[in-house]
Antibody, heavy 115, light 111 residues
């Protein structure tokens, strides 16, 4: 059974940093292209970015609002996906989900950016 | 970015009756490989999104057959043949043809 479990969310001040993790199980994580998607409170879904498998180059792509501030990485030996977020703004307040093939989603971890 | 629009944004439904949601994209979603990467998601209150339909009309495993997807090019539809109580939630279309993937604003389905 595919499982994705996000962690690392919390309250952070504007300009601060936070690293989210997504622990994956039930599939071949090293072969997977993984994604981060977020949802601001009461709002719709927004793609944050993705990372390809190392076999496919391991490259990353980001949505414009987070480019240059967020970094997606992976640690295949630990079946874990990361989202390093820096220079956080109030607009980054959201539930952050990791997703595999768009068919599998974690339960999300809430990030609140507020002073 | 490709803009996705949905209508209606709010859909009052009746148990046992059909329901339909429209999704339109700002440009064709036909990819160079010939596939059309249009998905539909359901998000029940307090839950993570769940994919119902991929590539326009393919149901994900475990999705009831009362859900169906259709369309082509820029116009797509999600239909529920007979609404059940568990279908309450917000439905999103999403295109994966053009980077970045983009979602529609969502359609709230409620009684």
């Amino acid at each position: 059974e595919v499982q994705l479990v996000e962690s690392g969310g919390g309250l952070v001040k504007p300009g601060g940093s936070l690293r989210l993790s997504c622990a994956a199980s039930g599939f071949s994580f090293s072969d997977a292209w993984m994604n981060w998607v977020r949802q601001a409170p009461g709002k719709g879904l927004e793609w944050v970015g993705r990372i390809k498998s190392k076999t496919d180059g391991g490259t990353t792509d980001y949505a414009t609002p987070v480019k240059g501030r967020f970094t997606i990485s992976r640690e295949d030996s630990k079946n874990t996906l990361y989202l390093q977020m820096t220079s956080l703004k109030s607009d980054d307040t959201a539930m952050y989900y990791c997703s595999f093939r768009q068919a599998y989603w974690g339960q999300g971890t809430l990030v609140t950016v507020s002073s | 970015d490709v803009v996705m629009t949905q209508s209606p944004l709010s859909l009052p439904v009746t148990l046992g009756q059909p329901a339909s949601i429209s999704c339109r994209s700002g440009q064709s979603l036909v990819y160079s490989d010939g596939n059309t990467y249009l998905n539909w998601f359901q998000q029940r209150p307090g839950q993570s999104p769940r994919r119902l339909i991929y590539k326009v009309s393919n149901r994900d495993p475990g999705v009831p057959d009362r859900f169906s997807g259709s369309g082509s090019g820029t116009d797509f539809t999600l239909k529920i043949s007979r609404v059940e109580a568990e279908d309450v939630g917000i439905y999103y279309c999403m295109q994966g043809t053009h980077w970045p993937p983009t979602f529609g604003p969502g359609t709230k389905v409620d009684f």
